[in-house]
């Protein structure tokens, strides 16, 4: 019986010992490049540092942007719609620096150090800003408030100061991409409960991008409102400074991907091959037999990535991927059995190469719909804020700063996460359980954020008719209090905009980073950033194309109350409406990636071993 009892209490503590030493089964590895062990990297200790990360980081971002387009007019000297166009290009600069970054960390430095690299060029950029506004752009002493504009500037001043903004750009445009991978990089999808916490991070790292945002959108917003620009650029740099001394701090927790070299090569193998290739018939009857891969578990074992399974359709890239008769030929004339083919990737690629060509190919018309989204979302930052300069911005003696009224959508965003994760989508779960679906689908929930984008529009559309209802008709060059219209008649604009929001971007995080290949998860993220760039872009060019058009003063006049900014949000409604049908065709036609199964049960020794 006590021999009994020692046996069963050393099986017990060897299972204990086991537990506490099992390896992660997606592939990833800790800061010396050994497996992950599970108790000690990852899970939400290192997820929850990367969420304070992005917050802090989202605080600094949106502490120079939401109100850089009233710099530009009350400090720089510029009229609204330059404004609004050099917002638009520089929040689109941003974002365009995200393919960078992915690229980077996809091929060469893994998403740790890119997100290290990119953090530090972050503060650099902010702490320039600050000591050149500070010390050249905001004078005379005490200008940049509402009445109260700074004068000229010389061109090197001015140099400095784009300079500036555009290093911040680089920064945050580079670290962006990669901190939302990172941290979704943490949790192993291949452990049921890990997976599940996988799904729910982008939308906390959605909700924590929008409470970073929150506190720059209203107490910054507020102090730069006023004219303490410095104050507001300072405050923003030592944000970001914590942000990346907190990220550095987690280094010992976090698991990691490696790179898997530079994918663009990979591509262009892929297109060279089949173009070498394009007499190559393939036959139905011995489709298995022509196709090369390569060991799926000692690819799983060596950098995480996975194998992708055939895919009909791009028939033409197939070709790729056929195993020649060359091979037989070599074989039969006395050669080693090794296709010269096989050692050359110029001439024949893996199914898993081809595949991720297919997947990018077929990721493009989802991500090119989005982009006309990203053009209503930009305008928060540009006409919103344009509009509610010229409303009733007082309660009393108390002035609302135009900007901070975005803190509505961060409100929307923060409530509808929590709808949707509690209440939504456990409906609809259930509701759908008997058809096999599990909820919406990330495609069914980017097609109700255009829905509601739309609808965003429409009421945005509506204030600026009764704004100028009520405006004052002998304000012929007043730039504020134009309209006795209160600016809180803008809260169900921002809060649609929010709600499309947690269906649009939190979707796009989940779907491009679930349908992007193993070694392209970064560049996955950037596709999500990249049509926010293009969108910024859009904007700008419907702003100049409607100024041009338009019979003057224009639609987006310097004094509103002669234009007809109504006109302008009925038609993104209008394209918003367009751009809706030809997602939903699109969404229709998609096809999912499907990988292979990782390393499982005896498969898995090669892991396994690795780790103990």
Not at 487 to 509: N, T
Request: glycine share 8%.
């Amino acid at each position: 019986m006590a021999l009994s009892n020692v046996c069963n209490e050393v099986i017990v503590k060897e299972k204990i010992k086991n537990e506490e030493e099992a390896c992660t089964l997606d592939g990833a590895v800790d800061r010396h490049g050994r497996p992950a062990i599970k108790r000690r990297t990852g899970t939400w200790i290192a997820g929850i540092l990367i969420l304070v990360n992005q917050g802090l980081a989202t605080l600094a971002f949106f502490g120079v942007g939401v109100n850089l387009v009233l710099f530009l007019t009350r400090v720089v000297g510029q009229n609204n719609a330059d404004a609004a166009n050099n917002v638009s290009k520089w929040t689109g600069t941003v974002y365009i620096f995200s393919l960078l970054g992915a690229f980077l960390s996809d091929s060469y430095w893994g998403r740790y150090k890119t997100c290290a690299i990119f953090q530090a060029i972050f503060v650099i950029g902010l702490v320039s800003l600050s000591v050149s506004s500070y010390a050249f752009l905001l004078k005379p002493s005490g200008c940049g408030d509402e009445g109260n504009p700074c004068g000229s500037h010389s061109s090197l001043h001015m140099a400095l100061f784009y300079l500036s903004i555009y290093l911040t750009a680089l920064g945050n445009g580079g670290y962006q991409p990669n901190i939302a991978t990172f941290g979704a990089d943490q949790f192993d999808e291949e452990d049921p409960k890990e997976g599940h916490s996988k799904i729910a991070f982008f939308s906390y790292f959605y909700l924590a991008l929008n409470l970073g945002s929150l506190f720059s959108n209203t107490i910054l917003g507020y102090f730069e409102d006023e004219g303490m620009w410095a104050l507001g650029f300072w405050a923003s740099a030592g944000s970001a400074t914590m942000a990346l001394i907190l990220f550095l701090i987690g280094t010992p927790r976090y698991r990691h991907f490696k790179p898997t070299g530079n994918p663009l090569s990979r591509i262009c193998q892929v297109v060279v091959a089949a173009t070498r290739k394009w007499k190559v018939q393939i036959s139905d009857d011995d489709h298995d037999l022509l196709f090369y891969e390569r060991d799926g578990i000692k690819q799983t074992s060596q950098n995480g990535a996975r194998n992708i399974l055939h895919t009909q359709g791009f028939k033409f890239l197939d070709k790729a991927a056929v195993i020649t008769r060359k091979s037989d030929n070599d074989k039969n004339n006395g050669g080693d059995g090794e296709n010269i083919d096989m050692r050359n990737p110029w001439v024949l690629c893996t199914v898993t190469q081809v595949e991720e060509v297919k997947c990018i190919l077929r990721l493009l018309p989802i991500w090119l719909c989005t982009i006309l989204y990203s053009v209503v979302f930009t305008q928060m930052a540009s006409l919103f804020v344009e509009q509610g300069a010229v409303m009733k911005t007082n309660i009393s003696t108390f002035h609302i700063p135009p900007a901070s009224m975005s803190s509505f959508d961060i409100l929307s965003v923060a409530a509808f996460i929590f709808i949707y994760r509690r209440v939504l989508d456990p409906l609809v779960e259930r509701l759908t359980r008997k058809s096999g679906a599990r909820g919406f689908t990330e495609l069914q929930r980017m097609g109700v954020g255009l829905v509601i984008a739309i609808m965003a529009m429409i009421s945005a559309g509506v204030v600026e008719i009764f704004r100028l209802k009520y405006a004052i008709k002998d304000c012929n060059s007043c730039e504020s209090k134009a309209s006795t219209l209160s600016i809180f008649w803008q809260i169900p604009q921002y809060v649609l905009i929010g709600a499309s929001e947690v269906f649009m971007y939190v979707g796009q995080l989940e779907f491009f980073n679930g349908q992007a290949p193993d070694g392209l998860k970064s560049f996955g993220s950037a596709l999500c950033m990249t049509s926010i760039s293009l969108g910024n872009y859009v904007s700008s060019l419907l702003v100049t194309i409607v100024m041009k058009i338009s019979t003057r003063p224009g639609w987006i006049p310097g004094n509103l109350n002669k234009g007809h900014l109504d006109r302008f949000y009925f038609l993104l409604a209008a394209l918003t409406t367009a751009d809706l049908f030809i997602y939903i065709i699109c969404a229709r036609w998609y096809k999912y990636i499907k990988f292979e199964e990782r390393a499982v049960g005896d498969n898995a020794h090669d892991i396994i071993d690795q780790c103990v």
